[in-house]
């Protein structure tokens, strides 16, 4: 990536990250610029890596994934390949939002939605639990999103 040029690229940032619904004629005068250079500019940052994607925020309740539940996952070795096993079989999941390695207690953090707790017992015992290398899996019930995908501030 390369370095943001200016201000107007990080004020596209912003309302973007804010609203990626906008129109390219709604950006660029919110950003007071011309419409082409707003769209010469937009592409760029899609291009240089700055964007990785515009994407819809569903409503997790509405369809019926008002579960969230966070999992330590410990594996049973430390070794580049048990990493590249486990990782390899957790991006097939569709119920993972989100798996990142850690350090610390777990090996790795996952982020599932899930309708229930019956829901989450099943996916545990019938596809978490027979995931390369794992050991042990702690799992953390969320009582309340008190934050959930905030954006990011620069």
Same mark, same amino acid.
């Given at each position: 990536?390369?370095?943001?040029?200016d201000k107007?690229?990080?004020?596209?940032? @912003?309302?973007?990250?804010?609203?990626? @619904?906008?129109?390219?004629?709604?950006?660029?005068?919110?950003?007071?610029?011309?419409? =082409?250079?707003?769209?010469?500019?937009?592409?760029?940052?899609?291009?240089?890596?700055?964007?990785?994607?515009?994407?819809?925020?569903?409503?997790?309740?509405?369809?019926?994934?008002? =579960?969230?539940?966070?999992?330590?996952?410990?594996?049973?070795?430390?070794?580049?390949?048990?990493? @590249?096993?486990?990782?390899?079989?957790?991006?097939?999941?569709?119920?993972?939002?989100?798996?990142?390695?850690? =350090?610390?207690?777990?090996?790795?953090?996952?982020?599932?939605?899930?309708?229930?707790?019956?829901?989450?017992?099943?996916?545990?015992?019938?596809?978490?639990?027979?995931?390369p290398g794992?050991?042990?899996?702690?799992?953390?019930?969320?009582?309340?999103?008190?934050?959930?995908?905030?954006?990011?501030?620069?």
């Amino acid at each position: 990536m390369d370095q943001l040029t200016d201000k107007i690229d990080i004020n596209i940032l @912003r309302h973007l990250q804010k609203d990626g @619904r906008l129109t390219n004629a709604e950006l660029s005068e919110k950003v007071n610029i011309s419409a =082409a250079t707003c769209h010469r500019r937009t592409q760029r940052l899609f291009k240089d890596g700055y964007i990785s994607s515009v994407q819809a925020n569903i409503n997790p309740e509405s369809v019926g994934h008002g =579960a969230l539940v966070m999992v330590g996952v410990v594996l049973d070795r430390s070794t580049k390949e048990s990493f @590249r096993n486990f990782e390899a079989a957790i991006v097939k999941l569709p119920f993972v939002l989100d798996c990142h390695l850690t =350090a610390g207690d777990f090996d790795y953090l996952l982020k599932i939605r899930v309708r229930d707790l019956k829901d989450f017992s099943k996916l545990h015992g019938d596809k978490l639990l027979g995931l390369p290398g794992v050991s042990q899996t702690r799992t953390f019930f969320v009582m309340k999103e008190v934050i959930d995908n905030a954006r990011l501030s620069f």
